[in-house]
């Protein structure tokens, strides 16, 4: 998956406008998505993917950009090879 | 705020613990018929990784077999608070104020009972609710009434007990489905406990020297417990609910974004700056809203090294007092430091608190 499609799925799950976001636009600052929800976010990215992503990194995350590099370590630290995009949703 | 002394503090945690797996057992048997396969599975993976998220592990609670219950480790908190009561403050206490969210007395007054369990008789006693706040404003209270006269020493206490209050409203955790559960799982995350604190006139130690708290009606449904039959407005949550509710989202995103800007104007009012605080104690309510509420004040985590809600839980009114405790337990406190304690409450409310140690 590239970034491009990880950003379409971020807006899909979160229900965003695809003109809101940039590279460097902040989840909560700019987005107002809480913790909670970023973590309901998470939970099915788990979920479709079967990875696993470290938690204690999340407090990290202020981005979109961050968190497209955080889901691709978390895929290549899994066994599975780096998911293609279809067309379920999350 | 009238400056008053802390003349003794005391708190008690049951030694009981519950499980994120005893938890995720129960809300698996109350979903186990409502719900298909998947959205079982679902539900019940959501709630283990949101704990690991929120950094919660265990949760107090009375050990089986236990007389641990509301009055119990309230008079506990109290024994220890007033065992350590300091030599300048010897008049005997006029007054007990108690407070909790889980206070089950209407009738007495849990202060009253309290009062007979400890063999006192103050000339006044009586309970308050403040919600997660009760304590600091009971302390509010005890300085404007050291400050007119009306009573030189004053024990401030609190206790949660939630299981005893979700045993008698008869609560379950079933839901319609999974998302619901966002909304049931702060009752996921509360634990048992209590704390007192001994207050009287400044002694020059131990000083409670500043207060503040800013109220809104807005989210006034961002936390709910109701009884089943009672009247209430319409809420957020669209249809009728009974017992625990709350909008973790909603609340989490609020306090993260208004709690800090609170914070820091009381600051400023008070001439301070973040680096002039030593210790930081804060309102429980997972790691996530801890760490995001320091970083957004330029405060340092380490300067709020006790935090019990990995073990605890949410101990409502008891998360603030109980971890001031335990930091002067484990000598963290040191004379002349300057601790600033954060709260919040449903409503919503934001807090804060200076003691010059």
Known sequence: ?90 | MHNISIAGLGCHIPGGKVTNDDILATVADANRTSLEADALDLLLYGCRRKFDFLGISTRSAPLAGSDDSFVSMAVRAARKALAARTDDCRDPVDCIIACGISNPFREPSAACIIARELGISPADHFDINDTCNGFLKAIELASLYIASGTCRTILVVTAENPPELANGLGMNLTVESVDEMDYRLSSCIIGSGAAAMLLCSDTGKHRIVRYRNRKETTHWDSSLIRIPGTSMPETKYGKPIDGFWADGRGTAAELISANPAFVAESLTQWNLTPSDISFVVLHQLGANITFAILDKLGIPHTKAPVNTFSECGNMGSVNIPANLALAQDRGLLHDGDRILLINSACGFTHAAALIEW
């Open chain 1, 1 to 90: 998956m590239d970034y491009e499609q990880f950003v379409t799925m971020v807006c899909d799950s979160l229900g965003l406008e695809r003109s809101a976001i940039t590279d460097q636009t902040s989840f909560l600052n700019d987005l107002g998505i809480d913790s909670l929800t970023m973590a309901n976010f998470i939970i099915r990215l788990e979920r479709r993917y079967d990875i696993r992503i470290n938690l204690a990194n999340v407090w990290d995350l202020r981005t979109v950009r961050e968190a497209y590099e955080m889901f691709c370590a978390a895929c290549a630290s899994s066994s599975s090879p780096l998911p293609q995009e279809d067309n379920n949703n999350a």
